[in-house]
């Protein structure tokens, strides 16, 4: 298991930003509504410059939800294999890559603003899109390396089926998003993921 290095002051700095930024373009929603949240209203409340701003952010919107492009860190293909169990590991990218877009702030409030704004709505469902391309793309290279995976399958090519496991181990990550319990809690977790695996397979083997 990798330990995380501790981070410089230089990140310390731009994390404190990042937050602040983040909480100011939210608290500003709540207070003046979300047309009234201006880029250089929220740079103002926290001092900085709309150019910083959008060194942070790439929109309005971003801000308000704390939404960073999303990312996929190389320590978690390190023991990704092939070999076994391809969904649970795919569903458990999609769900770390999408996390990567929306780590921090608070999530009942990021809930509570996309259903009073469905605009936000709209651009945090873009977030996921952006979340699924990016493993697509690692899996198609995965799938190309490997000699097994990489002539494809019954005439589909490699691209082809990546896009099919994605959107395959994108069903348990859904149903999880979508139950009461994730309502409740600060985000869908390593057990309620497993737990709706273990679902997508008890259906998968009584259709088949």
Same mark, same amino acid.
Do not use: C
């Given at each position: 298991?990798?330990?995380? =290095?501790?981070?410089?002051?230089?990140?310390?700095?731009?994390?404190?930003?990042?937050?602040?930024?983040?909480? $100011?373009?939210?608290?500003?929603?709540?207070?003046?509504?979300?047309?009234?949240?201006?880029?250089?209203?929220?740079?103002?409340?926290?001092?900085?410059?709309?150019?910083?701003?959008?060194?942070?952010?790439?929109?309005?919107?971003?801000?308000?939800?704390?939404?960073?492009?999303?990312?996929?860190? &190389?320590?978690?293909?390190?023991?990704? #294999?092939?070999?076994?169990?391809?969904?649970?590991?795919?569903?458990?990218?999609?769900?770390?890559? $999408?996390? =990567?877009?929306?780590?921090?702030?608070?999530?009942?409030?990021?809930?509570?603003?996309?259903?009073?704004?469905?605009?936000?709505?709209?651009?945090?469902?873009?977030?996921?899109?952006?979340?699924?391309?990016?493993?697509?793309?690692?899996?198609?290279?995965?799938? $190309?390396?490997? &000699?097994?995976? =990489?002539?494809?399958?019954?005439?589909?090519?490699?691209?082809?089926?990546?896009?099919?496991?994605?959107?395959?181990?994108?069903? &348990?990550?859904?149903?999880?998003?979508?139950?009461?319990?994730?309502? =409740?809690?600060?985000?869908?977790? $390593?057990?309620?993921?497993?737990?709706?695996?273990?679902?997508?397979?008890?259906?998968?083997?009584?259709? #088949?």
């Amino acid at each position: 298991m990798s330990v995380s =290095s501790p981070l410089s002051l230089r990140e310390r700095k731009k994390a404190e930003t990042w937050a602040a930024i983040h909480e $100011a373009a939210a608290a500003l929603v709540l207070e003046r509504g979300l047309e009234q949240a201006t880029v250089e209203a929220i740079a103002e409340s926290v001092g900085v410059s709309p150019r910083t701003f959008f060194n942070y952010f790439s929109s309005k919107e971003d801000a308000v939800l704390g939404m960073r492009t999303p990312t996929l860190d &190389p320590v978690l293909l390190e023991e990704f #294999s092939l070999e076994h169990n391809v969904l649970e590991q795919v569903s458990g990218l999609l769900l770390a890559v $999408a996390r =990567s877009a929306y780590e921090g702030g608070d999530p009942a409030r990021r809930r509570a603003l996309m259903e009073q704004y469905p605009h936000l709505g709209q651009r945090r469902r873009e977030h996921t899109g952006e979340a699924e391309e990016l493993v697509r793309r690692t899996l198609a290279g995965l799938l $190309a390396a490997d &000699p097994d995976w =990489s002539a494809g399958a019954e005439g589909f090519e490699v691209e082809e089926i990546a896009r099919m496991l994605v959107m395959l181990a994108g069903v &348990p990550l859904r149903f999880a998003l979508a139950s009461p319990a994730y309502e =409740s809690a600060a985000g869908v977790t $390593a057990e309620t993921l497993d737990s709706s695996l273990t679902l997508f397979h008890h259906v998968q083997r009584k259709l #088949s």
